[in-house]
């Protein structure tokens, strides 16, 4: 919608929105986690679902959330960020200007 290629998330053919908030049939989506708690009933998951877009997106946290993708950094609270750490096993977050440490940072087999 931002980039002005339809009017509405559900006339959008990529979006997840027309099963997830107007039960229409999709094969390739399956529920997760976090929609299931969205409500007891089909048809309250997708009134909440629809809810979660009826306030637009606060512009200081968009901008947050494309820095966040454009520097490939974790978006999130400080304890969200310190269980990255320790999955990654390393340091995540902004940080200073300037060119990298030279620190390896991998996921540890879980």
Known sequence: MRAGMVEHPAQYRWSSYAAN???VDNAIIQPHEFYMSLGKTPEARQAAYRGLFETAINPDELDLIRASLHSGTPLG??????????????????????RPLNIKCSLKAT
Do not use: L, M
């Not at 269980?83 to 200007?97: D, H, M, N, P, W």
């Open 21 to 23: 908030a107007q039960g």
């Open 77 to 98: 609270n400080d304890r969200f960020k310190r269980q990255i750490e320790s999955v990654a096993g390393c340091t995540v977050g902004f940080s200073k200007r300037g």
